[in-house]
């Protein structure tokens, strides 16, 4: 099926740097997401990305996030600075339509901040 | 507060069983339901997913049971199957709505 991958797979990062983490969506999709998941806790919406533009958030989304798809490029979540508490999975996400509709995930990128 | 609960936790069958896993949620805006399968190492992929104005879907051996008055549901998988064993989580999301809200998850493992 169509596939959403995610690089790097694990990324290890010192507090206070920044950290890019990229995603390749599914090519025909439209709308994108992050969604974090902390060990053994359930998966977190933290935004929905469409047309250029952040569509929802939520507080999980803290001012030192940041998204973007530069020219149809990767999906981006940028941290700038990262802190301990952003250790997690992060799963990007993608579909063609709107709410309600299939969303198909990555695989994950773990990040790690020590 | 959590939106959307599931139980078991863990769940553990013999191949040929039916396994029930079980949802709730709080949010009676809520008009979407997906449930999906995720293999360690993997992303979640959708299974089979109800929407609020059904009380059943089916998917060849997978069946969603919904009751809208209680705020419940439930995925059942017939002639479970070794391969089966993953973690499901149940989602749900109002039309108004980008995000999904997910469950904690059932671990279920089928036995040979």
């Known amino acids: 099926g169509p596939k959403v991958l995610q690089i790097p797979s694990h990324q290890i990062i010192d507090m206070g740097q920044m950290v890019t983490l990229n995603c390749d969506p599914v090519s025909n999709h439209l709308y994108f997401y992050w969604y974090k998941q902390i060990l053994g806790q359930q998966m977190e919406f933290l935004v929905n990305f469409y047309n250029g533009k952040v569509m929802e958030k939520s507080k999980l989304f803290k001012d030192q996030f940041s998204v973007e798809r530069p020219d149809g490029s990767y999906f981006t979540l940028k941290i700038q600075p990262t802190a301990l508490e952003d250790s997690a999975v992060y799963f990007c996400?993608?579909?063609?339509?709107?709410?309600?509709?299939?969303?198909?995930f990555g695989k994950g990128t773990r990040l790690t901040v020590v | 507060q959590q939106q959307v609960r599931q139980s078991p936790q863990s769940l553990t069958v013999w191949e040929g069983e039916t396994a029930i896993l079980n949802c709730s949620y709080e949010?009676?805006?809520?008009?979407?339901f997906p449930w999906y399968q995720q293999f360690p190492g993997e992303g979640p992929a959708l299974l089979i997913a109800i929407r609020s104005v059904s009380d059943k879907k089916e998917d060849g051996r997978f069946t969603i049971f919904f009751n809208k008055r209680e705020k419940k549901l439930s995925l059942h998988i017939t002639d479970s199957q070794p391969g089966d064993s993953a973690t499901y989580f149940c989602a749900a999301s109002d039309s108004g709505s980008w995000q999904l809200i997910f469950g904690s998850g059932t671990q279920l493992t089928v036995m040979p």
């Open positions: 949010n009676s805006a809520f008009d979407y």
């Open positions: 996400a993608s579909s063609s339509q709107g709410a309600g509709t299939e969303v198909f």
